[in-house]
Every structure is written in structure tokens, then in C-alpha cells.
């Protein structure tokens, strides 16, 4: 587990800095909504290619796994829409 921990060190570590530079955006342009959703729409997109690409790269990218990061990325906008009420 360490092993392949380590193996995708670089992915791990990019794909957190994606989710904190979206979140450090988000309460940066707390004054304005519509942007804030803006920025969580665009950290989706990021999670979703992110993802999509090292399942692509390094394990087997079939449907269900595309499917599934399609799914979290939607529930993740959902409760962003609900929770910032845009």
C-alpha cells in the first residue's frame, strides 16, 4: 500500500493542490455567488479531467469508474448549489 502510495505521490499531491487552490477561490470571492459557483463548477471539471486521466494513465478507465467520478462530481455541485444557494 505504501509502495503505490508512493508510485503516485505526484498525482496525489497536484490533485490536493487543485482542491485547495478551488477552495481558497471560493472563500476569496465569498462577496459574489454566482461566482463562487462559478469557481466550484470549474474545480469540478478539474476534479473530473484529473481523475478521468490517471485512471486513464495508470489503471484501466472503463465506464463505471467514468461514471462514478461523473456522479460524485454531480452530487459535489449539487450540494455546493444547495449549500451557497446561487
Do not use: P
Amino acid at each position: 500500500m505504501v509502495l503505490r502510495a508512493k508510485k503516485h505521490l505526484w498525482f496525489y499531491l497536484s490533485f490536493l493542490a487543485i482542491q485547495l487552490l478551488g477552495l481558497w477561490l471560493v472563500l476569496l470571492v465569498a462577496y459574489d455567488k454566482q461566482l463562487q459557483m462559478m469557481v466550484i463548477f470549474i474545480t469540478t471539471i478539474f476534479y473530473l479531467l484529473w481523475c478521468l486521466a490517471h485512471q486513464y494513465i495508470h489503471h484501466h478507465l472503463n465506464l463505471k469508474i467514468a461514471a462514478e467520478y461523473i456522479l460524485i462530481g454531480t452530487l459535489g455541485l449539487t450540494v455546493s448549489f444547495v449549500l451557497f444557494g446561487a
